[in-house]
């Protein structure tokens, strides 16, 4: 029993620090505009230095779309139901949180590891020193940047994947351009898009909340830095999962 009590009271603590972050960048975002310049730095982190990855995933993401759903629509469909079948995987499902994992893997454990070293050599405390908000000198850029960034990055993994089931479909499964673009524009809906967005902007304020939020708890040195970067990750893991499906069932219902 008393066991279960600690866990009860270990879980509301951690509930409310993390409501208290948020609360916290709320407050301060409203003060961007002064850390634009690094809010441009973290951008360029986040989007530019991911952008090969997430090309290369996405690219060949695309083109197993296409290889199952020629395997599974053989004999059943007509061939214009791969070009469907991939817009419409990509739009809904595997752009936005394809993206969320991948920027859950680079991103976020890069930021909880950079804040917690700052953490762990009493660099945040040397701001806090001089009168510098760690809130909206170290969090609030990285979390804009990634609110931001997560839907250019989803939206270039949609077209790197649609354009990779096109590559797949021409070269090795008989379908022409003609055939496979059409089936892009029969199932392109708005509401897929829009929704595939919705989700990157929730999964990019989720993932780099947890950087920052574990990174500003690091403490005990080199191993509390790598603790805090494995705990950044699992939790940005789960989050993309539960996000996913409470704002599919918000859009998509």
Known sequence: MLTLKKKNLAAMEYIGSVG????QVLINIRG??????????????????SLS????????TGMVIAFEANYQAANYMPDVYVGMAVTKAMFIELG?????????????????AELGSMKVTEQ?????????NPIEHLVVPR??????VLPLLTIVSEITGIVGGWILSISSLNITTAVYWRGVRLNYIPTNLYGGLIKSITFGFALTLMGCYYGLKAE????????????????STILVLFLDLIVSRLVFR
């Open 20 to 23: 208290l972050l948020i609360w």
């Open 32 to 49: 961007i505009y002064r850390k634009f310049d690094l809010s441009l730095g973290q951008i360029y982190f986040q989007a530019i230095e």
């Open 53 to 60: 990855l997430v090309l290369f995933t996405s690219l060949f």
């Open 96 to 112: 936005p949180v394809l993206i969320g994992l991948i920027i859950a893997g680079r991103v976020s454990s890069s930021i909880a």
């Open 124 to 132: 945040i405390d040397a701001l806090e020193a001089f009168a510098i």
């Open 143 to 148: 979390i804009f940047a990634g609110i931001v």
């Open 220 to 235: 005990g040195g080199a191993e509390g830095v790598g603790e805090a970067t494995t705990k950044a990750v699992i939790s």
